[in-house]
């Protein structure tokens, strides 16, 4: 077991304050439920005030008016969810491997790397690439001509930027994630189609995240692009020249059309799809499955998707829907009927 | 041409019984329609019946009613369909390579491999992993720090395995898959989105199969679980600290949410979308595109998703939906005046 | 910057017939908006020829009748779009790598290699594979034991090709790509799911492109087949022994289920569910998020899938599809009932 950490130090290190017993040490964080002497952890909503007493917890991140309703010690916050995240952050800072370039990473002659840069094992690296200080790229990635990685950037196993991608600093890339394939472009010619060769590319700010299994089309011009503090998620689908405003966060299996533009602060959940050459404003939140097909002017919360019911309901409802046009002048002539049977009768 | 194997051999493989000529030799298996003197087939269902007599096989897998209205050579069995797939694991045994550890594979000094274990060429396998006996890495594949695997699994090339992962026996993991990418947890501070470290992990139990570019998250704290006997398709997105239940099948492009608890033996169809924090009891069937948000507490089966109709009725009818509870109230209104007026001439 | 290239010389490249300065240079292509004098662009639809006059570009290709709004140069063309992407095609070739076998690359000893193959660092190809001429193998891609790829086919790094696959002639397929991982096939036994080996494979037809991401299973028995011309955007599903026709075009996030039976010609927009075991007729239309249950028989556009709305209107309507059937019948009701009271006053 390790020494842990006091609350004082917790504390200093998530600029919270301590109520209770400064020196008492914890060793690790824990769910709520779950967390036992030892552990640490949280309470993010005042609803579960409630179960405060039953906490086993060594201690607990709490707003200063849940504190009142418990004994133990806590680390008193306005924001205990963003005081947990930077708690963990302080008990578990990412693991950055020894800077240098493994023996079977594969680097072209004029490969530009900055200062304690880390190149894991089967790496390969192409001609042009400017690679800034800190950077890791993780085994088995590729990294394509002409690509620039701003600094302490950090790409996991088996990441594949092609070339001239530009990733601005402190990015975060997960295995399996694609920036720079080409967008799916072609033109009906004669035989079949034609191909449309993709000459932009993929330009990322600073402070970007993606998720796993991703793919990120390079422009057929210009740039595809996404903005300071963009989100992604796993298996999400993002076409050529879409641009994504600052602070964006878009949920797993998403796909985006080309050319679409979303706004900044745009909250986008799993599973939507977007069609492309629109615009979503900013400060729009889309909720699961939601199907865009023009674009959205205002800020605010769009929905669509129909959730389950039963088969058999199902089967029923879902003849009616492909009548609903019928159904409709139904009723209108229902009410016209009506109204003139009430005229007759007057 | 091989030389193949009696039905005798064949019998005594799939625990089936031979009606006719026991020494009859076939060399491969085929598809119904296609399968001709050299090669044996099976019949499903029934309802096929009455094609029996038009068959060119060689030999047919049957139920002891079906084969009556057959006069050729059969494997009888209760259930045609199992003993055709274990006919087919017969005749094509899994192809395991020859043990040992290819010289362009990177295996940090500690690692643990037990007997037979075989590593493929440019595969990584970092500090503190450890590959029971049997296990196969394909070339490529990455196995990060402390991961753990089960005997006899199989990993196809391209595989990625982040720290710390346990996979247990006999898994099989397809081409392009990540199990142990971050989930997706941020909190909104006042520049933007900070990231909640992911110290949890990924947890599979035994005999479980995932299907290729498929990424299952590890745990904010504590476990992404995949109970025994699992079996993921492709393109298919696990989220955080998610729950599968022992046996559950899910087909391919499905999207879970985190903390989503799914029960056992529950058959989940392609494209579904499942909301987090939300828990579906055991025995549970979707079909395609279903669209979870709320817990499911009943075993049976549960749909969503309109399917389509030709583009011009599509667009009148889905103007439609948006003013469905608009023709609701419309109803009530009509349903109301026509008491009123039914009162009113009595 | 480079000495470009005069537009006699592009309209020799285009097949197109140059309007004005023949000798006049360009340097590069650019999007109309944004084309300065050293710049060429292109006007695709009729209804932008209000803002020819507008336009800063060098040299813009139109159709002859778009020509008589614009007073500058053109390359005149009755398809300019298809002349913008054979002018692309032209300005920047697709840049093959240079012949031969990177050391670090690891072959079989029988792999058999045309004229001018170039496989790049850390790829691995399995006994049996053969490559026609001039095929490139991108930076840690895997080829699996008796792979063939036709002549001057195409991958980009870290592609996945399975044992036995085939791909045709000019291939392209992009990074993160698998074709030939097992179809999703089990059969309840006593204990959980049996594995149904799939023992078939992939076969892909000439002149195929294949996004990023994209998944395509190996065939139970016999072939998951792509016919010529077929172009597969990122992230797309294909289970096995589907088949999909000549010059069918899919978007990306769609999935298509087991022996589904596509036509040629058709046009799949981006996250289409189609079920398995049906027909889709050729030249077939179908819209974003279309879900397929039962076969298309004639050709045309077909749609599914509800657009957003904002979330309290979602939230009334949504209620209202699961009692749909219920409001038909009560439109029955009050038909009957106003009909009979029709009848009575009368």
């Not at 903005?227 to 878009?250: E, F, M, S, Y």
Request: proline letters at 4%.
């Amino acid at each position: 077991m390790t020494q842990g950490w006091t609350l004082a130090e917790l504390a200093t290190a998530t600029a919270t304050t301590v109520r209770g017993n400064a020196e008492r040490r914890v060793q690790a964080v824990a769910p709520f439920e779950q967390a036992q002497a030892a552990d640490i952890s949280y309470v993010r909503d005042p609803k579960y005030a409630r179960l405060l007493p039953s906490s086993q917890a060594g201690a607990l991140i709490l707003t200063p008016d849940m504190a009142e309703a418990y004994q133990g010690d806590a680390l008193l916050s306005h924001n205990p969810y963003l005081s947990y995240a930077r708690l963990v952050n302080f008990m578990h800072p990412l693991q950055r491997p020894e800077p240098g370039v493994h023996p079977t990473a594969v680097l072209a002659d004029d490969v530009q790397l900055g200062a304690a840069v880390a190149i894991g094992p089967q790496a390969v690296i192409e001609a042009g690439a400017v690679l800034e200080e800190g950077v890791v790229v993780g085994a088995g990635c590729y990294i394509g001509a002409d690509v620039c990685i701003g600094a302490n950037s950090f790409l996991y196993p088996n990441v594949t930027l092609a070339a001239a991608t530009e990733l601005g600093q402190r990015a975060i890339i997960h295995s399996g994630t694609v920036l720079g394939s080409d967008g799916f472009g072609f033109v009906p010619d004669a035989t079949g189609w034609y191909k449309i060769p993709q000459v932009g590319r993929v330009c990322v700010g600073d402070d970007v995240e993606i998720g796993a299994n991703t793919s990120i089309d390079r422009a057929a011009m210009g740039e595809t692009y996404l903005g300071n503090g963009v989100k992604l998620d796993n298996l999400i689908h993002i076409a050529h020249n879409v641009h994504i405003g600052d602070h964006t966060v878009i949920a797993a299996c998403t796909g985006i059309a080309g050319s679409a533009r979303i706004g900044q602060h745009c909250q986008i959940s799993g599973m939507c799809s977007i069609a492309g050459h629109l615009t979503i404003a900013d400060h729009v939140t889309l909720t699961g499955t939601s199907f865009v097909i023009n674009s959205i002017t205002q800020p605010g919360v769009y929905s669509s998707g129909i959730p389950i019911e039963e088969h058999a309901l199902w089967r029923k409802n879902t003849v009616r829907v492909r009548q609903l046009d019928k159904l409709t002048r139904r009723i209108n002539a229902l009410e016209k009927q009506l109204a003139d049977l009430k005229n007759s009768s007057l």
